[in-house]
């Protein structure tokens, strides 16, 4: 919706969709081109394929960007498509003017120990087996404030629950494999990197600090858990105009 110069490229996160960007959608039309998608294996997408990679992702992305001529296009990203919109800008880093990211980001840098690698290989060997459970707890134990709206918990639980296993998990798997080498692609940035992050968990800036070439800015949102955009939508536009600001 919208017509203007300026383009926000709306990008969801693991299990959800685009709807969850409908109160940005309706803040931001009158002043921007505002473009909201599912990605494939979500939403109203397709799951005609077997490649569910970040990179095939970053793809799908630019794909977009040229299939519709969007124009200075800022690209936001929830959770783990943060990755997917620096796999794009790697890919591509003419095709957007600015990268936004929202609740990602957190460790850049982190050193993943053996035994943590471990937990998460034994972690993908349960899954398909007992996935409604596990997704549950793990949605319920991370990603959540106290003070997240029930009604809000249950749409989250809800999304995690009904997606398709065999889609969902390979994504995940893949978010993880592509964690490993996040550090050396956030190195190799053409852009400023933007952060809307909630503060239920920390975000280490000392990693920011290091990592980023082209710096970072952090805006921080309190109150919430790991779905700012609709835990707490006024503050978060509010955020956000400050972040475009920044381009």
């Known amino acids: 919706c919208g017509e203007a110069d300026t383009t926000l490229l709306f990008i969801h996160g693991w299990n959800i969709n685009k709807e969850y960007w409908q109160a940005q959608i ?42 519709l001529e969007l124009k200075n ?10 990755d997917v919109m620096l796999e794009a800008a790697r890919q591509d880093p003419s095709a957007m003017i600015g990268l936004i990211g929202v609740d990602n980001f957190k460790e850049v840098g982190k050193a993943y ?10 972690f993908f060997q349960i899954l398909p087996n007992d996935y409604s459970n596990l997704v ?16 809000i918990r249950q749409r989250v639980l809800d999304n995690y629950q009904n997606a398709d296993p065999r889609v969902a998990i390979p994504i995940f798997r893949s978010v993880f494999d592509y964690g490993v080498k996040e550090t050396t692609m956030i190195g190799g940035l053409k852009h400023k990197l933007l952060l809307i992050n909630s503060d239920y968990t920390p975000t280490d800036t000392a990693g ?16 919430v858990g790991h779905f700012p955009m609709v835990e707490k939508p006024d503050e978060f536009n ?9 381009l």
């Not at 296009?73 to 943060?82: Q, T």
């Not at 120990?113 to 034994?122: G, I, Y």
């Not at 549950?136 to 009604?151: A, C, G």
């Not at 955020?239 to 920044?246: F, H, N, P, S, Y």
Request: hydrophobic share 35%; with cysteine; glycine share 8%.
């Open 26 to 67: 309706d803040h931001f039309c009158p002043r921007y081109q505002v473009v909201a998608i599912d990605l494939p294996g979500f939403g109203k997408s397709g799951r005609n394929r077997s490649n569910w990679a970040i990179e095939v992702y970053g793809r799908d992305i630019l794909q977009i960007i040229r299939t």
């Open 73 to 82: 296009v800022v690209l936001i990203g929830h959770s783990m498509s943060g």
């Open 113 to 122: 120990s053996q035994e943590e690698l471990l937990t998460v290989d034994t």
């Open 136 to 151: 549950t707890d793990f949605t319920e134990r991370y990603l959540f404030h106290e003070n997240t709206p029930p009604q």
């Open 208 to 223: 920011l600090q290091q990592y980023c070439p082209q710096g970072y800015e952090l805006f921080t949102i309190s109150g």
């Open 238 to 246: 509010r955020l956000m105009e400050k972040a475009l600001g920044q």
